[in-house]
C-alpha cells in the first residue's frame, strides 16, 4: 500500500465514523452550525432528511400525474430542472448553444466510461449518470412535452437528462446560513425557495479575501467553500485534493480530455439509476450525422427510488467546455487544424491545453508555490498522487507518453512560477503610486 492509498484508507475509516450522524434529524439539531458542518461535510455521513425537496420527489414518484419542471440552476450553455417523479435532472441549452450541450454529452461519457476503466484508482467520487439526449429537432417531443417547462423555456431546443445531484439536507443548508451569511440576511436565507437546491463547490485553491466587504445577499446554489472555511471546520483537505487529483489524471491520460471548466461539489447521493446505453464513440459517431443535419435522441432509462436516506458524497460534473487531447493517439473527433502534426508535437499542444484549463477553471484544485506551509503541502499531495496515478494509467507506454503527467505538473508549476513573479511586480508598482495605486488595485485577482 502506497502512502497515498494509506491516507485514503484513513479517511475511508474517519467517514464511516461520520455515519454516527444517521441517527437524523433530531441529533443535528442539538449540534451547533460549527459541529453540523465538521460532522456532516466529510464524504459520505448518511443523512436521514424529510426536506422539502426530498419529500416532493417521493411524492412524486408515487404519483401518475405529470408535473411542471422547476429550474434549479443555470450555466454558460443551459438552465437545469428538476424532473418529478425521478432522481433526473434536465439541461436544456440556450439559443447558439446546442453543439456544447451535445459535447457535454459526449465528454460526460467519456468521464464515465473512463471512470469505470478505473474504478479501483477513483475512490468515492461519483459523476452523475448520462441517461439521455434530446436533438433540438425533435418536434414531436415538444409537442407532447414543451407544456411541461415553464413558459419562456417551452421554445424546442436541445436537452441533456443525467442522474440528479440531491441538495444538502435542511440541516446543513441553516448551518451554512448561521456560520457564514449575514446577520442581515440569515431570515430570507432560511425561506428561500432557490437556497433548497444546495450543493457545495469545494474551492482548495482560493481562500476569501478578509478585506473584502462582505455580501448583504448570499446563496446556497453552488456555494462556494474556500480553503479557509474547510480549515476552520476542520474538514480533511488532504482526502479533497487527493480525489480531486486522481480525477483530474483519468481524465487527462484515460479520458484524454482537457477537463476544462469542469466543477467538484458536495452533495447527496442516493441510490443511482441505470445510464445511457450508447458508448462515447458511438455518440461522437452520431456527432457527424448530427452536424449533418439529422437528428439525434436517445432514450432514458428511468427508475424511481427512496430519496429520505442519502450520504454526503463527493462529484465531478459539468463537461461542456472540456476539449479531446492527443495522448497515445488520435481521438476521434480531432481537430483538424492538427492533421500533419507530429505525435510530439499534438502532446506538446495537449498539455499546453490541459495546464491552461488548470489555471482558467474556477480554484477547485490546489495551487503550487505557496508561502503558506499548509497550502504547500496540500499541493505536494496533490502533485504525488496525480503522479502515481498517471503513471498507473501509462506506466507500460512508451516514455514520450509516460512521461506526460509529469510535464503537466512541470508546466502548471512554471506558470504558477511566472504568475507569482508578475503579482509581486504589480506589487511594486501599486507601492510606488501610493495610497491611489492601492485603491486602483485592490480588486485585482493576479494570482488565481
Request: charge should be neutral; hydrophobic fraction near 35%.
Amino acid at each position: 500500500m502506497t502512502r497515498y492509498e494509506a491516507q485514503e484508507s484513513e479517511f475511508s475509516i474517519t467517514a464511516s465514523l461520520a455515519e454516527n450522524i444517521s441517527t437524523g434529524q433530531r441529533l443535528l439539531n442539538d449540534l451547533t452550525p460549527h459541529a453540523i458542518l465538521h460532522r456532516a461535510l466529510s464524504i459520505r455521513p448518511v443523512v436521514s432528511t424529510t426536506s422539502s425537496c426530498i419529500t416532493r420527489q417521493q411524492e412524486a414518484s408515487q404519483s401518475d400525474i405529470q408535473q411542471q419542471l422547476r429550474a434549479i440552476g443555470a450555466g454558460t450553455c443551459g438552465t437545469v430542472f428538476e424532473r418529478p417523479r425521478t432522481l433526473e435532472v434536465i439541461k436544456r441549452a440556450k439559443l447558439g448553444y446546442e453543439e456544447a450541450l451535445f459535447n457535454d454529452c459526449v465528454r460526460h461519457k467519456q468521464v464515465l466510461e473512463s471512470f469505470a476503466r478505473q474504478r479501483s484508482l477513483v475512490g468515492l467520487l461519483h459523476v452523475p449518470k448520462c441517461l439521455a439526449y434530446i436533438d433540438e429537432g425533435e418536434t414531436e417531443f415538444w409537442t407532447e412535452n414543451g407544456y411541461l417547462f415553464p413558459g419562456v423555456y417551452q421554445t424546442p431546443s436541445a436537452l441533456l437528462v443525467t442522474e440528479r445531484i440531491l441538495p444538502l439536507p435542511r440541516a446543513i443548508r441553516f448551518a451554512l446560513i448561521d456560520k457564514y451569511f449575514p446577520e442581515q440576511a440569515k431570515e430570507d436565507a432560511r425561506t428561500s425557495e432557490g437556497n433548497k437546491d444546495c450543493l457545495v463547490r469545494l474551492y482548495l485553491g482560493k481562500r476569501r479575501d478578509p478585506h473584502r466587504m462582505k455580501p448583504t445577499r448570499a446563496s446556497l446554489r453552488n456555494y462556494n467553500l474556500h480553503l479557509d472555511q474547510m480549515e476552520d471546520l476542520a474538514l480533511d483537505t488532504r482526502a479533497f485534493a487527493g480525489k480531486m487529483a486522481r480525477a483530474l489524471a483519468i481524465m487527462h491520460w484515460d479520458a484524454c480530455i482537457d477537463a476544462d471548466d469542469v466543477e467538484f461539489v458536495l452533495g447527496g447521493a442516493p441510490t443511482a439509476t441505470a445510464g445511457m446505453s450508447l458508448s462515447a464513440s458511438e455518440l461522437k459517431k452520431l456527432g457527424q450525422l448530427k452536424k449533418l443535419g439529422q437528428r439525434i435522441t436517445t432514450v432514458p432509462d428511468i427508475s424511481s427510488l427512496n430519496f429520505h436516506r442519502r450520504s454526503v458524497s463527493m462529484w465531478l460534473l459539468d463537461f461542456n467546455r472540456c476539449r479531446p487531447i492527443f495522448v497515445k493517439s488520435d481521438p476521434e473527433d480531432a481537430s483538424a487544424e492538427d492533421e500533419g502534426k507530429s505525435p510530439a508535437e499534438k502532446r506538446t499542444k495537449s498539455v499546453q491545453m490541459a495546464v491552461e484549463a488548470f489555471f482558467r477553471n474556477d480554484p477547485y484544485f490546489p495551487r503550487p508555490l505557496s508561502a503558506k506551509s499548509d497550502e504547500q503541502a496540500l499541493w505536494t499531495d496533490f502533485r504525488g498522487i496525480y503522479l502515481e496515478t498517471g503513471k498507473a494509467i501509462l506506466g507500460k507506454e512508451e516514455d514520450e507518453v509516460r512521461d506526460l503527467p509529469k510535464r503537466f505538473i512541470d508546466m502548471v508549476e512554471s506558470e504558477m512560477e511566472k504568475r507569482v513573479a508578475r503579482k509581486a511586480e504589480a506589487v511594486k508598482r501599486l507601492a510606488a503610486m501610493g495610497p491611489r495605486g492601492w485603491e486602483e488595485g485592490s480588486e485585482q485577482e493576479t494570482g488565481r
